[in-house]
């Protein structure tokens, strides 16, 4: 197993059940009732920018982006009644009291409360959760402000116990938020990406996060901007360790810890199918990595906090 990875925030249950596994579809937001009328965004105040923990970061890799990088147009999040607002940054108090973010989405299911992003973005390296009183979530953040619904308290999370063990397998975890409004479920307004196991090599992907350190082009990397890459991923098998990799010299960045990795994304919709959820990068190989999911852990998750 390769050691040498850094992650990119500073930063298991698994019961004896058997779950079918299954995939899920995207849900679509109802677009025509007044989501959008009742929260003025607001700025989240931030005492600080978390520090880098892991200093391993290269930050000298300034090389062009390999030609299976697609390059896209700068994002911004798209919020307006007409669109899906999924994607959103997680705010986390760590153990030192600063605070440090990732990036979270809102997937479809039928507690529709539910989002997912990195296990190691809601654990310390020890397997100390951080406190979920402190951790906030907002869909639809973006150019330093809050989504059209302003900021979600987190309820509960389900990491996979081969997380807490070993730091390193598994790295994904959902989230469940503490939210209803009007008696409907976040998922009912922010609209919900579907989720895949089956995603193969060399897949069309794209992945959203809110970067402040590498070299995503067209992005303004501050944290408060939601930028997006574009490209393929392949499935990387090296001695027992099976992952998603981005080879190359793509450097997602900090803060991008747990952006979705989307298949079949809809820009018209703003949605798609999650397959996996960024993890970090290897600076020795300079290989972005991310988990496969397994379904049956996955389900076990979700029965979890359903
Ligand atoms: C890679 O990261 C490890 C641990 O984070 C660090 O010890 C090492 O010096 C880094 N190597 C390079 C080439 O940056
Ligand atoms: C981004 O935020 C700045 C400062 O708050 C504001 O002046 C600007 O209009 C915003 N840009 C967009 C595209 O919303
Ligand atoms: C929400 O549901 C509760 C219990 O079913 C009901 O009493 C309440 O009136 C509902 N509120 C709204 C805003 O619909
Ligand atoms: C995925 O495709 C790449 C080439 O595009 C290949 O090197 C690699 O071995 C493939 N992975 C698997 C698991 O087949
Ligand atoms: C696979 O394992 C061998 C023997 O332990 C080791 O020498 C090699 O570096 C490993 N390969 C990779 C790609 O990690
Ligand atoms: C990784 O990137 C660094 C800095 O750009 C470079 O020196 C190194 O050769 C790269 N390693 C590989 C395996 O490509």
């Keep these: 197993m390769d050691k040498n990875f ?66 896209v147009p700068p994002v911004l999040s798209k919020v307006s009644p007409e669109n899906n607002y999924p994607i959103g940054r ?4 760590l153990h030192n009291g600063n605070y440090g973010f990732c990036t979270a989405s809102v997937i479809n299911t039928e507690n529709g409360n539910i989002g997912i992003t990195s296990a190691h973005c809601l654990i310390d390296a020890n397997g100390e959760e951080y406190d979920i009183n402190f951790m906030r979530f907002s869909p639809g953040y973006d150019n330093g402000t809050n989504g059209p619904l302003g900021i ?3 309820e509960d999370v389900a ?20 939210f209803n409004k009007e008696n409907k479920t976040l998922q009912h307004y922010t609209g919900g990406l579907g989720w895949r196991f089956d995603v193969g090599n060399n897949t069309l992907t794209n992945i959203f996060g809110y970067p ?7 992005c303004i990397k501050d944290g408060v901007h939601l930028c997006e890459w ?34 079949q994304y809809d820009r018209a919709i703003n949605l798609g199918y999650v397959y996996s959820v960024f ?25 979890l906090l359903s």
């Design 159 to 178: 990491i996979p116990f081969m997380f807490r063990l070993t730091n390193y397998w598994n790295d994904y975890a959902l989230v469940k938020f503490a």
């Design 152 to 154: 979600i308290k987190v």
């Design 90 to 93: 997680l705010l986390i108090r």
């Design 6 to 71: 850094s992650f990119y925030l500073l930063i298991a249950l698994i019961a004896i059940m058997i779950i079918t596994s299954h995939s899920s579809v995207i849900f679509r937001r109802k677009i025509n009732d007044n989501a959008l009328d009742f929260l003025t965004p607001e700025r989240i105040k931030e005492t600080s920018i978390f520090k880098h923990k892991h200093k391993g970061i290269n930050k000298n890799d300034k090389r062009n982006v390999i030609s299976r990088n697609i390059v």
């Design 212 to 218: 402040f350190t590498g070299n995503l082009e067209n």
């Design 279 to 303: 993890m970090a990068r290897n600076n020795v190989t300079n290989e972005s990595i991310a988990p496969i999911f397994n379904g049956k852990l996955f389900n076990v998750l979700l029965s």
């Design 230 to 263: 574009e490209g393929y991923t392949q499935v990387e098998q090296k001695n027992l360790s099976i992952h998603y990799v981005i080879s190359g010299s793509i450097h997602l960045g900090k803060g991008v810890s747990g952006g979705p990795l989307i298949f």
